[in-house]
């Protein structure tokens, strides 16, 4: 109800700001040229203003568009973002080079809901997304902001600055900031709507806005509202040949989850032989794992409504006040293969009705019973001498049950109110507060309780259980596919989970800017500055029903959550300066010195100082010389400092202690038992089964992990230096060139699984080693999975990341009578991006390589080329966007080695990709253009490299579908009315 009424008080705000629509709309701003594919205008030399009135522009708070910086700035324009019939922030975002693919549409088993941005691979939360240069709603623990509720159709252009900006913007800011400037003067009435589809017919995609603004008071106010709908498909992985079947990276073979049909039954003391022969009844070796691909999706399915308004207006000459609201409710569907017991431990008695004879006699033999006591035991009632059970790891699939669902609804509420003006004819303020909260609600069907399977799993009947309560119906785990019937599934599956999340953000600032009135004796313009200072308050939950909050209580859900809050604020105090120097004299055409510093004081991890000092030289008006050094900061997050430990899902295809190679009487084999009374067996079971440990289910390996509230805050030192060059004699022309360089110190980090394994076995360790003991065994099957803790990944501040590269722009446009061509670059090559999670762990490189340990694809070097031409009202635009060849991590190539294989060499390189986009855009009338698109021009297809080679997020249907396009070619067409 408090979100029902929050929206409903945002809209009836926002509608005051219609009702002051003049009754003539006047005629729709121009929405400006074709923009490059991220606006590689140099910054300082790109409007900085939104369509006049305040200035807006990313990476300082000193307001004086004559003044240049020295940080790079990329911009994407409106009209960029029609050429490529963009429908989400994230879609663009992830296209560009030097951003990593992230949470986004592609991403299925991994998505909480939310859409986010990775710039230059430093992790999502390591950047700040901005709106209109202001904080707005996180999303989660992590205080991410999702990308899915940005108003797309009010931005300007969304300006992306990479290298540390915490000067600036305050904690989170250390790869860079995403800012999303929105049309600040929009007069008149745009109505859009737009509708994608696949060649194949399937991934529809349809948006529709409607955006309404009006000047009034003479000039003096202006107020705009937008109002939008969007509706996204699903693409199954079962629609694409190349990932209809389930690939093993390691054996070419069909592969899958050995939670399968008929199931699987290990910890017996049967050696392999653990699955079910319908035929026979008896176990046998794996024969059967379970393909889950057709089950599974490459497009989320996703809903949203949103509605975005600001105003502002001049109250007296030189002051204004202002506001801004954005409310979204969008709908995030995942859809993963069908539930089941994941290894999960299991007492069944031998008398089960379900229990076929032939494996119910070799469970005897195993187990040390005589033919007459198991016979015996096949008939005895509970209670009786010859009653007898069995404990065994199950792992049957619930195919009958179809798909598990969980259906993400997040509700954004952001306002922002304040009043802005003049002191002096050059200095002015800027006091405004925000208040903006984000509810994500995830409701989950299809999965089951361990509670109710236990129950069910011991049966005097097919109708009856040993324990009848909660009207209990016994479950037939060792049929196949059909076999579990719907008053079993109804039983079993008749409770569904949710869980809550609710973030806030409350902030408060007040900035003078302007300048001194002074200037160097070489400079006409004055010294600019900025003062000021911030408060911020976060807080966020997390609520979960009581079968969410238990250990393995709901089936297939990875791991618990039990219930979270926490908070913290931040008092800040900042200052910038902009001098220039020299200006007009020979050699210097303009030289500016730039510097900040802040002081933050959190109060969860103490006070924190960063700075900047940087610099533009242009000994000739046509080349720029610019450098920047600054040193950035993150404090940790809600999530970092308060989560409990839970046991989830990390992913290794490979377990040094699996398969029949590894003998009790080994050093490995010792190391390897030790680790299975870690986790709660005894020496002699340990002892026997070892030879017997079978391999990861599906890939995947528990870890757990959790918070830690003795975190501190990270930093990071980062500089870019780079050139500029605008040559008189080539007009229309303009190139960059910038290196950055990103050290983050103290980093806030956990272990890789690689980083686990390595540690231990490579070379192997005592078992009494802290390394070895960060791994913890099944103590039934000797597993990394069931109810085995796994591998601890710890948070510390311990870490390391460096990055660095260089961004390269040009940009070319030339009248040639007949037509109008404009030529656009943007690329990025990554010399290095490395990883140490702890001063002992492997020094990881993740640039060009993928594996379970790099997760997302971070190409050497890509890029984005626009070129496009303009004969009358008709533009046709091609742009070609390049990947970078990348290949299988040689670190964990040689651990796989060390455990006795890896990938297939087919799946071990994917080559470099070309992608074309062909778009024409058409204007009908004055008031109205059309706009035809094919992506993904020649169908390429996706490098398939198996399903177990790489992070479970992104290595998806035997592909990397967040970096590889895997709908294939795609149509859209979208209209524009204007007036």
């Known amino acids: 109800m408090t979100n029902i009424f929050r929206g409903r008080l945002l809209a009836s705000s926002l509608l005051v700001g219609i009702a002051l629509v003049a009754s003539g709309a006047a005629q729709a701003q121009d929405a400006g040229q074709i923009s490059t594919p991220n606006g590689a205008a140099p910054a300082g030399d790109q409007d900085a203003t939104a369509n006049g009135g305040d200035i807006v522009v990313t990476g300082t708070l000193v307001r004086n568009p004559n003044l240049v910086q020295s940080s790079p700035i990329n911009s994407v324009t409106s009209e960029e973002l029609q050429l490529r019939q963009t429908n989400v922030a994230e879609q663009f975002l992830r296209e560009l080079p030097g951003v990593v693919p992230s949470i986004g549409s592609s991403v299925n088993n991994g998505n909480g809901g939310a859409s986010t941005v990775d710039l230059r691979g430093l992790g999502d939360n390591r950047n700040l997304v901005l709106l209109d240069g202001q904080r707005i709603a996180p999303s989660g623990l992590s205080g991410v902001v999702d990308l899915n509720n940005i108003p797309l159709a009010l931005v300007e252009r969304t300006d992306i600055l990479t290298g540390g900006a915490s000067t600036t913007y305050g904690a989170d800011a250390v790869a860079g900031v995403v800012n999303f400037v929105t049309k600040r003067d929009f007069s008149g009435v745009e109505a859009n709507i737009s509708n994608q589809i696949t060649q194949r017919g399937d991934g529809n995609v349809f948006r529709a806005d409607l955006t309404i603004g009006a000047n009034f008071g003479d000039g003096r106010g202006n107020a705009v509202f937008s109002v939008g709908y969007q509706q996204a498909d699903p693409v199954t992985q079962g629609e694409r040949d190349f990932s209809i079947n389930n690939i093993d990276s390691y054996t070419g073979l069909p592969g899958g989850s050995g939670t399968a049909v008929p199931g699987r039954f290990t910890g017996l003391g049967l050696g392999a032989n653990n699955q079910i022969d319908p035929v026979s009844g008896r176990l046998v070796p794996t024969f059967a794992l379970f393909n889950f691909n057709p089950q599974n999706i490459f497009q989320t399915p996703f809903t949203r409504y949103n509605m975005f308004g600001a105003a502002h207006y001049e109250v007296t000459p030189g002051i204004e006040v202002y506001n801004r609201g954005l409310f979204s409710r969008n709908t995030v569907q995942t859809v993963i293969a069908s539930s089941g017991t994941f290894g999960n431990a299991l007492t069944i008695n031998y008398s089960n009705p379900y229990l076929p004879a032939g494996a119910r006699g070799q469970i005897c033999a195993a187990n040390g019973l005589t033919v007459a006591q198991c016979n015996a035991a096949a008939s005895a009632a509970p209670g009786s001498a010859d009653y007898r059970t069995f404990t065994t790891n199950a792992s049957r699939r619930f195919v009958e049950a179809g798909p598990r669902l969980s259906t993400y609804t997040t509700t954004v509420f952001d306002y922002t109110a304040g009043v802005r003006g003049d002191i002096t004819d050059t200095i002015g303020f800027d006091f405004g507060g925000n208040y903006g909260e984000s509810e994500n609600v995830q409701r989950q069907t299809g999965n089951g309780t361990l509670t109710r399977l236990r129950q069910a799993s011991l049966a005097t009947s097919t109708t009856a259980c040993v324990d009848p309560s909660n009207g209990c119906v016994p479950i037939n785990l060792f049929g196949d596919a059909g076999t579990i019937t719907t008053d079993q599934l109804g039983y079993l599956l008749g409770v569904t989970n949710s869980t809550l999340t609710r973030t806030t953000i409350a902030q408060v600032h007040g900035v003078l800017n302007g300048d001194f009135g002074v200037s160097s004796p070489f400079a006409t313009q004055a010294i600019s500055f900025a003062l000021g200072a911030e408060y911020r308050k976060y ?94 900061a993150r404090a940790p997050n809600i999530g970092e400092l308060f989560s409990p430990l839970v046991t989830g899902l990390g992913n290794s295809a490979n377990d040094p202690c699996a398969g029949a190679g590894v003998t009790a009487g080994s050093a490995l084999g010792g190391v390897c038992a030790a680790q299975i009374v870690a986790g709660g067996g005894t020496q002699a079971q340990a002892n026997a089964l070892i030879g017997t440990i079978p391999l990861p289910s599906a890939g995947q390996v528990n870890v757990t992990q959790g918070g830690n509230a003795a975190l501190g805050v990270e930093t990071a030192n980062t500089w ?128 060009g390589f993928y594996s379970v340990n790099c997760a997302s694809i971070q190409p050497e070097f890509s890029f984005n080329q626009r070129t496009t031409l303009t004969i009358g009202a008709a533009d046709v635009s091609l742009l070609w966007r390049y990947v970078d060849k990348v290949k299988y991590e040689p670190l964990a190539l040689a651990d796989d080695i060390a455990a006795g294989g890896g990938p297939l060499e087919q799946f071990q390189r994917i080559g470099a990709e070309h992608y074309f986009d062909l778009t024409t855009r058409f204007g009908v009338t004055d008031n109205f253009d059309l706009t035809l698109s094919a992506m993904n021009l020649l169908d390429n297809k996706p490098k398939v490299v198996g399903a177990s080679i790489g992070d479970t997020a992104f290595n998806s249907g035997n592909v990397y579908p967040s970096t590889y396009d895997a709908l294939g070619r795609r149509f859209a067409a979208s209209a524009r009315l204007r007036f």
């Open 720 to 847: 870019t230096i780079g050139a500029v060059f605008q040559p008189d004699f080539v007009r229309g022309f303009n190139i960059s060139v910038d290196y950055f360089n990103i050290k983050v110190r103290d980093a806030i980090t956990s272990p890789t699984v690689g980083d686990v394994f390595s540690a231990c076995y490579t070379p192997l360790q005592a078992a009494t080693s802290a390394a070895c003991q960060a791994v913890s065994r099944d103590p039934i099957d000797g597993s990394l999975n069931g109810t085995a803790d796994g591998l601890a990944l710890p948070l510390s501040n311990l870490g390391r990341i460096a990055t660095d590269g260089i961004d390269l722009a040009a940009n070319y446009r030339t009248d040639m009578g007949f037509a109008k061509l404009a030529l656009s670059f943007i690329g990025t090559w990554t010399n290095s991006n490395k990883f140490q999670a702890t001063p002992t762990s492997v020094n990881r490189e993740c640039v």
């Open 539 to 632: 807080t966020a939950a997390v609520i979960s029903d009581e079968l969410t909050q238990r250990p393995n209580e709901v089936l297939g859900n990875g791991a618990a959550s039990p219930d979270v809050s926490g908070q913290y604020n931040v008092k800040e105090a900042f200052g910038e300066l902009i001098m220039p120097i020299v200006e007009d004299k020979p050699f210097f055409h303009s030289l500016t010195l730039e510097a900040g510093g802040r002081v933050s004081d959190y109060s969860t991890a103490g006070t924190n100082w960063t700075w900047k000092v940087g610099g533009s030289w242009e000994p000739v008006r046509s080349l720029k010389i610019r450098g920047n050094y600054q040193k950035a």
